[in-house]
């Protein structure tokens, strides 16, 4: 769903047990209001520094101790509301995650879970299933064209439409040095591009056949990454 105003995220999360918010601004813990500059806006959040535990990640990721460190604290009896914020969430990986999930099979008192993304696409479909995502409306990514070449889109929406006997002649195609120089980043750049029209269709229609497909893509695009066989794992892991 969406939110017109970043001042109202710590009263939607105040009513929400476990909240996703989609933006692409800076987030800081303040009482002061919202800051705008010429080239990028900060989000404060009016809420008391000390009821906040606020997580940030290490170099590009948010690592399983960290989320453990979530788990020690939540252990404290809360007599007033508590904010657990995960700053660039979408930087955890599959093992932080599923941590975090334990996090929330036994519901706290007093606590709110938040995390804060990017984008969706990178989420665990249990992760979004188990939260309420909010997008703010006067920056929606939803709404941005896909920001790569037309050619590429097609190819992307082929992908999202194939059968077995599609995927095999598609991945033949893909690894075809006479039309693709760099097969691997070709394909890693089509599937991305698939990924971001899926999860965009997911959160206008919750359809959750959306979100089934969607983890095939981000798997099948993690092992071409780390130089997986392509031809194998475009049939293999997108069937």
């Avoid at 047990?17 to 800076?26: A, C, E, M, T």
């Avoid at 813990?29 to 520094?49: E, H």
């Avoid at 497909?213 to 293999?236: F, P, R």
Wanted: aromatic letters at 6%; a neutral charge.
């Amino acid at each position: 769903m969406f939110f017109d105003d970043p001042e109202k995220i710590i009263e939607i999360a105040r009513n929400t047990g476990f909240s996703i918010f989609v933006l692409n601004q800076p987030v800081k813990i303040s009482n002061k209001k919202t800051i705008k500059t010429a080239k990028s806006q900060t989000i404060n959040l009016a809420v008391d520094p000390k009821d906040v535990l606020e997580v940030k990640d290490d170099r590009g990721k948010i690592r399983v101790d960290q989320i453990r460190e979530i788990e020690d604290h939540a252990k404290t009896k809360a007599t007033k509301a508590q904010f657990i914020i995960v700053q660039n969430a979408e930087t955890m990986n599959e093992a932080a995650q599923n941590a975090f999930l334990k996090l929330l099979e036994e519901p706290k008192d007093n606590y709110h879970f938040v995390l804060f993304v990017n984008s969706l696409s990178s989420l665990l479909e249990t992760v979004l299933s188990r939260g309420e995502i909010y997008v703010l409306k006067q920056e929606n990514p939803l709404d941005r064209p896909l920001d790569t070449d037309d050619e590429t889109i097609e190819s992307a929406k082929k992908l999202l439409s194939a059968n077995f006997q599609d995927l095999t002649r598609i991945a033949a195609e893909l690894t075809d040095k006479k039309h693709h120089k760099n097969p691997r980043e070709d394909t890693k750049k089509i599937l991305a591009t698939a990924i971001e029209i899926l999860y965009k269709s997911y959160f206008k229609t919750k359809n959750p056949k959306f979100l089934n497909k969607l983890l095939k893509l981000i798997n099948c695009y993690e092992n071409i990454a780390a130089n997986g066989h392509i031809k194998l794992h475009l049939v293999a892991d997108l069937c």
